[in-house]
């Protein structure tokens, strides 16, 4: 019966993250995504571009240090659009970049970044594109595979409708490459791990089953609704909450990290 569930979920998180490829459950909260994400692609000692445009995007940095990876700061002024050619040139100044690292929404300053454009800048490259999408997925506009995202990672506490303890993450032929090339030294969070179980619809460590069970029913309502009619009502109530703290003659953001 838990593997009927994983059956059903697996399939609705394809749409939601618009992908054709595998999508792995693990019990964590989405940090646990981004932790997987990135320290099974780049190995100790590789180079990771980050673009640092937010309390979570720095995040990344923060793992990498954890596990000797040699995270390269891209940074952009909070609150502001990463530039994709700013991207390009640090493409141009690192070509030995395994990954480079964004942010679907930077949640600290509810900032979209343009994950399509960057998205095709490093399909380029030999640089496998990772995002967090933590809290845009469902709620934002996103095509996984479309816009080039190699690894995407979501949690299950925002617009996915649950309490924390779920993450997903979605992995492209080419982010494989990279983690087929060396063996990392994570063992919870080890994504061949979790492949080889998902093929049997099932994950490689205790699952969160009633979360699972919770997820289901949000991948329904989810279904009903059609992901492209939920990217558009959340964009109609952002444009309305904006409209409205304009009319109140208030900020949206500080650029100051306090």
């Known amino acids: 019966e838990a593997k009927e569930v994983i059956t059903e979920v697996s399939a609705g998180l394809k749409e939601v993250f ?109 640089a496998v594109f990772i995002v967090d999408g933590i809290s845009g997925i469902g709620a934002m506009e996103c095509r996984t595979d479309a816009w080039g995202v190699d690894i995407m990672t979501a949690g299950s506490q925002k617009a996915l409708m649950l309490p924390p303890g779920l993450s997903f993450v979605s992995v492209s032929p080419k982010a494989w490459a990279k983690i087929d090339a060396f063996e990392s030294k994570s063992y919870y969070l080890n994504l061949k791990s979790a492949k080889k179980k998902a093929k049997e619809f099932d994950t490689p460590f205790t699952p969160a089953h009633t979360l699972i069970l919770g997820l289901r029913t949000a991948l329904r309502r989810i279904k009903e609704e059609g992901i492209e009619n939920v990217w558009a009502r959340h964009k109609r109530m952002s444009l309305a909450c904006q409209a409205g703290v304009q009319a109140l003659g208030l900020e949206l953001f500080s650029a100051s990290p306090a």
Not at 31 to 40: D, K, L, P, R, Y
């Open 18 to 126: 618009q992908t054709q490829h595998d999508v792995m459950i693990l019990t964590a909260s989405g940090t646990g995504s981004m932790e997987a994400a990135i320290i099974n692609t780049v190995p100790p000692g590789g180079k990771a571009l980050i673009l640092n445009a937010g309390y979570f995007a720095n995040r990344w940095l923060i793992v990498c240090k954890a596990f000797g990876i040699n995270g390269i700061s891209i940074d952009t002024e909070w609150g502001k659009a990463v530039d994709p050619e700013q991207v390009a040139n640090a493409l141009r100044e690192h070509p030995d970049a395994v990954a480079v690292i964004g942010t679907l929404s930077e949640t600290s300053t509810g900032t979209g970044h343009p994950v399509e454009a960057i998205g095709k800048i490093v399909a380029k490259t030999d």
